[in-house]
């Protein structure tokens, strides 16, 4: 079955980057968008942007412009998340989820957390 | 940006009873509205996508409705598994805003 799989957790000080992956299985890969979200500790979701696998074209939240790279790596079925100059405001489970035609996320990584301390 | 507004946000209920959520849109989403239902620790899961279409999988008991700028996500008889969090997303346009969520417990 389609299956989104993440990458583990990470500790980064404040300032420092991270790059979350998110490796696809058992479905067309460049067919589909992927999302990014993200939750902070006991709070709601956050959509942080969108890329197309087919072409690697994005979409980024306003708040995150500037700071937020999505990529993909179509001979390995993985996309990638970076975020810069993390805060520890950045503390969050980060989610990648794939969007279907009809514009739902219907599959859903298992996330990956991301501790931003000193 | 389209700011989606969900109530209750937090909810008590008895096994058995039949609830409902709202979500109000700040302008038209058309019928791109999604349901998601997240137990701690776990992912989202897809409930009800295009306002009122079952996901695959799904049990029957959960239905959506509304358009425009308002929907309604209902559960007809409420099972112990269903104690969750449950957020609406609007698919009309980027940025795929959430609502708050709205935390379903046990009375």
């Known amino acids: 079955q389609v299956q989104l799989v993440q990458s583990g957790p990470e500790v980064k000080k404040p300032g420092a980057s991270v790059k979350v992956s998110c490796k696809a299985f058992?479905?067309?890969?460049?067919?589909?968008?992927i999302h990014w979200v993200r939750q902070a500790p006991g709070l709601g979701l956050d959509w942080m942007g969108v890329?197309?696998?087919?072409?690697?074209?994005?979409t980024y939240a306003q708040k995150f412009q500037g700071r937020v790279t999505m990529t993909r790596d179509t001979s390995t079925s993985t996309l990638y998340m970076e975020l810069t100059s993390l805060r520890s405001e950045d503390t969050a489970i980060y989610y990648c989820a794939r969007r279907r035609a009809t514009r739902e996320l219907d599959h859903w990584g298992q996330g990956t957390l991301v501790t931003v301390s000193s | 940006d389209i700011q989606m507004t969900q109530s209750p946000s937090s909810l008590s209920a008895s096994v058995g009873d039949r609830v409902s959520i709202t979500c109000r849109a700040s302008?038209?989403?058309?019928?791109?509205l999604n349901w998601y239902q997240q137990k701690p620790g776990k992912a989202p899961k897809l409930l009800i996508y295009?306002?009122?279409s079952l996901q695959s999988g799904v049990p029957s008991r959960f239905s959506g409705s509304g358009s425009e700028t308002d929907f309604t996500l209902t559960i007809s008889s409420l099972q112990p598994e269903d104690f969750a969090t449950y957020y609406c997303q609007q698919s009309y346009d980027t940025p795929y805003t959430f609502g708050q969520g709205t935390k379903l417990e046990i009375k």
């Open positions: 890329i197309n696998a087919n072409d690697g074209s994005t």
């Open positions: 302008q038209t989403v058309s019928r791109y």
């Open positions: 295009g306002a009122s």
């Open positions: 058992r479905y067309a890969f460049s067919s589909y968008y």
